[in-house]
């Protein structure tokens, strides 16, 4: 039987265009997806866009359009980009779908049911961009430990969900999974804030009186469901909770939410005991990555740093980009970005590695071998040869351990060592001195390499892995044009 892999990225906010933060997680989670569907799983890879709250309210207000009407236009640019990314989504979720709010609506009415929501007056500061309330303790100088705004003091009625009464239920799950955080900085992070806080109940609605722009809460005619609340229920809404029994059955739990650190305690305490509360399991692992740095600060819309992916991908290519998001920083921690990394990167991994190793040995079979491979000599044992063919493994190790850096490593030990088994090897002296057998065994080992590097670099690199996969896929072998030109920097 298959296995299913059901892999999500968080929905984002569509106040404002995306940036190369966004990209960063959905890139990150198709490398994922097609590394699984190539291995055979049926998966099932989630994206989508956020779209209720005050945030996207105000937004749209400023734009002097419909809430509607502004996140319609907003979400065809992120799925411009998307397209433009080579992002294979099998679906893409909005908060304003039918089938989300009836699943929202739904978790409602359970866990009111239940108990686990209940009325209260709250009173408190709430920073209006962040859509977060504070307690009198976590803030110092009136402003938002987050963003550093302004806050507003407010006090209302509203409807709370019971996360304390999970607290300890919480902390044993995350104990005795070890895998359920990672990477171990983060679920060290979790954990430790779960064993010297107390948690507080959740707010999980908002006055209409306040923002109208929210799913509403069925119990009450009052009140909208707390952005938040909402957006993470998109998980299993997607999957058919409340409405496809069938499809649910099959790919819930998750086995990947991909987030970035900023909404950890979103994804590894509110979802875990949402879950609990409704009686469904956990998904099998949250991943946090880090943050992508424009200096000292995280590049975001309200720092006022962004950069644009589109305008990278014209002048670098797509492949390029996706590249570089994945190999110029170890999945989970931060890095910085700027075009001379970039630049780099193309010059010396894609150019100089790669781009020549499959450009030298093409020119190699024409100029040797009139176009034809011939047929498959013996292949002496070489490091070389060892490591092509571990190289299949390693990959694996390293992608199901969402390890994007040691899966490229690996890839690029090969390459490297095929580059330097061209210079050590002289294939021109073997021809002089008639050695039939080795120049073959020569041509046909680099060969088995770059259709093995190409096949793991559909995952990476989509475009150019497609055509080097072609280029090499048969007996007779083109000199192409180069796929990754260098870029000259005055
Ligand atoms: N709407 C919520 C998520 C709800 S999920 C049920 C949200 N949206 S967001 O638009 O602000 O996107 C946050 C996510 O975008 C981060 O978790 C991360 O995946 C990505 N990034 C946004 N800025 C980023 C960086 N500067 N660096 C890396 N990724 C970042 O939060």
Redesign the pocket.
């Known amino acids: 039987m298959k296995n299913k892999f059901y892999i999500t ?7 404002s265009p ?5 990209s ?3 890139v990150a989670a198709d490398t994922l997806a097609r590394f699984h569907r190539n291995m055979g799983d049926e998966v099932y890879f989630l994206t989508g866009s ?1 779209e209720h709250g005050q945030k996207i309210a105000k937004a749209a207000a400023s734009a002097g359009l419909s809430e509607k009407a502004f996140t319609d236009n907003m979400v065809s640019i992120f799925i411009g980009l998307w397209k433009s990314l080579d992002i294979s989504y099998d679906d893409f979720i909005r908060t304003t779908d039918k089938r989300h709010s009836a699943a929202v609506e739904l978790v409602l009415t359970i866990l009111h049911k239940n108990k686990d929501i209940y009325m209260d007056t709250y009173e408190g500061w709430y920073c209006t961009p962040c859509e977060t309330f504070w307690t009198d303790m976590q803030v110092s100088q009136d402003c938002c430990p987050d963003c550093r705004r302004a806050l507003e003091r407010i006090r209302e009625d509203n409807y709370f969900f019971r996360l304390s009464y999970y607290q300890q239920w919480l902390i044993e799950h995350i104990q005795s999974h070890p895998d359920f955080i990672r990477p171990v900085s983060r679920y060290n992070e979790v954990l430790s804030f779960l064993t010297t806080n107390t948690l507080t109940d959740l707010c999980i609605s908002r006055p209409k009186s306040r923002l109208k722009w929210g799913i509403e809460i069925p119990f009450s005619t009052g009140h909208v469901t707390y ?2 609340f909402d ?2 229920i ?2 299993i809404s997607a999957v058919g909770f409340g409405y496809d029994e069938a499809k649910f059955k099959k790919y819930w739990p998750a086995d990947l939410h ?6 950890l305690r ?2 590894a305490i509110y ?1 875990p005991i949402i879950l609990k509360a409704l009686g469904l399991s956990l998904p099998k692992m949250i991943f ?6 424009v200096g000292k600060d ?3 819309k309200s720092r006022g740093n962004v950069i644009d992916p589109l305008r990278l991908v014209d002048a670098y290519g797509v492949d390029t980009y996706r590249y570089f998001l994945l190999r110029d920083v170890p999945f989970g921690l ?1 890095g910085t970005f700027s075009n001379e990394a970039i630049i780099k990167r193309k010059n010396s991994d894609l150019a100089n590695d790669w781009g020549n190793l499959t450009h030298r040995t093409a020119t190699m079979v024409e100029k040797y071998f009139s176009g034809k491979l011939p047929e498959q000599g013996s292949i002496k044992e070489n490091q070389l040869k060892r490591d092509n063919d571990n190289l299949e493994a390693q990959l694996r190790k390293a992608l199901e351990a969402v390890d994007f850096t040691a899966g490229l490593d690996a890839l690029w030990l090969v390459i490297s060592e095929a580059n330097k088994f061209i210079e050590d090897t002289k294939p021109w002296n073997l021809l002089k001195e008639n050695k039939t057998e080795e120049l073959n065994s020569f041509i046909m080992l680099l060969v088995s390499v770059i259709r093995n590097v190409s096949r793991a670099l559909t995952n990476f690199m989509p475009q150019s892995a497609k055509s080097i996969s072609e280029q090499f896929a048969s007996n007779i072998i083109k000199k192409g044009v180069p796929l990754f030109p260098r870029i000259e920097v005055k």
């Open positions: 990225t968080p929905l984002y906010y569509v106040n995306p940036h190369i933060g966004h960063y997680t959905t956020d952005v938040w957006a993470l998109n998980y991909l987030i970035g650190k900023d909404i979103q994804h979802w946090a990555h880090g943050w992508w740095m995280k590049m975001s931060d």
